[in-house]
Nanobody, 115 residues
């Protein structure tokens, strides 16, 4: 069993920055991918960024150049540095860990970009 705990969400003005953190605890071994997804009411959850154990990253086109995903393998922690935030980035952000055939989710953290 794996537990994911996110932190770092909040209210920020357009153009501002936030850093999200996700700590994974539990039975984690082998090759896995961590990622950040977001969801707004009435819409499907969408991928924001993912990072493999080896450090390969993937970003949604809408966040390229503004968001950076990183990971501390020793601490099983993933980060999402979000810069130049826009109102359309407002959503609940979820951490995900995918290992073997299993996918785990955190409880989500609200990010609101508003003046």
């Amino acid at each position: 069993q794996v537990q994911l705990v996110e932190s770092g969400g909040g209210l920020v003005q357009p153009g501002g920055s936030l850093r999200l953190s996700c700590v994974a605890a539990g039975s984690i071994s082998g090759f896995y991918t961590m990622g950040w997804y977001r969801q707004v009411p009435g819409k499907q959850r969408e991928m924001v960024a993912t990072i493999t154990l080896g450090g390969t990253t993937n970003y949604a086109d809408s966040v390229k150049g503004r968001f950076t995903i990183s990971k501390n393998n020793a601490r099983n922690t993933a980060y999402l540095q979000m810069n130049s935030l826009k109102p359309e980035d407002t959503a609940v952000y979820y951490c995900n860990l995918y290992i073997a055939i299993f996918s785990y989710w955190g409880q989500g953290t609200q990010v609101t970009v508003s003046s």
